[in-house]
C-alpha cells in the first residue's frame, strides 16, 4: 500500500510539472522560453550528471552523489524511508555502498526533456550486487528520477528505484 502512495505521488508530481509546461501565460511567453531551450543540449547535459554519477558510485563517494541533488532533493530507496535534503541523501548513499560487494550500474533509456526547459524526465534500468553474507546477490530493477535546473545546472529533485524481483515473504 505504501509503495502505492509513493508511485501514485510521484506520478501526481510529474502530471503537475507537465500540465504547468504545457500552459503557458501566453504565445509571447512561451516563444521566449522555448528560444533559450535547447532540449538536446539539456539532455546532453543530464547524460553526463548520470555518467558522473556512475563515477562517484565506483569510487564510492557518497558526498559527491549528494552534490547531484538538489538541495530539497529526495532518494526513495525501496524498503527504507525517504532521504530528504543533502546531508539525508548522503546517508543514504553511504548505507547503500557500504553493503559488502556492493556494485550498482544504471542505464537511462529514455530522457524528456520539458518544453520550458526547467525539468526533466530520466527513465531507465539498474542492476545491483551485493554481498552481505559473503555469496553475491544480484538485483535488477527500474528507476526514474526527477531533474530540475538550477541556474545552470541539472539536479535531481526526486530519485526513486525498485525492484523487478517478487517481495520475499517474512
Same mark, same amino acid.
Given at each position: ?75 526513495? @530507496? ?88 517478487? @517481495?520475499?515473504?517474512?
Amino acid at each position: 500500500m505504501t509503495k502505492t502512495r509513493l508511485l501514485l505521488s510521484v506520478a501526481a508530481l510529474l502530471l503537475a510539472a507537465c500540465q504547468a509546461v504545457e500552459k503557458p501565460a501566453n504565445d509571447v511567453a512561451q516563444a521566449n522560453s522555448s528560444a533559450a531551450v535547447d532540449p538536446g543540449a539539456d539532455e546532453q547535459a543530464i547524460r553526463g550528471n548520470v555518467d558522473r554519477w556512475m563515477e562517484l558510485v565506483k569510487a564510492k563517494d557518497a558526498a559527491g552523489i549528494a552534490q547531484l541533488y538538489a538541495e530539497d532533493g529526495a532518494v526513495m @530507496p525501496p524498503n527504507a524511508p525517504i532521504g530528504k535534503g543533502r546531508a539525508a541523501i548522503q546517508q543514504t548513499w553511504d548505507a547503500m555502498m557500504r553493503t559488502p560487494g556492493f556494485d550498482l550500474t544504471i542505464a537511462p533509456e529514455q530522457i524528456v526533456v520539458s518544453a520550458a526547459g526547467d525539468m526533466a524526465l530520466d527513465r531507465g534500468t539498474y542492476r545491483l550486487t551485493v554481498a552481505p553474507d559473503g555469496t553475491a546477490q544480484t538485483d535488477t530493477g527500474k528507476y526514474v528520477v526527477v531533474w530540475r535546473k538550477v541556474g545552470s545546472d541539472w539536479k535531481a529533485a526526486a530519485d526513486i528505484f525498485n525492484s523487478d524481483l517478487p @517481495p520475499s515473504g517474512g
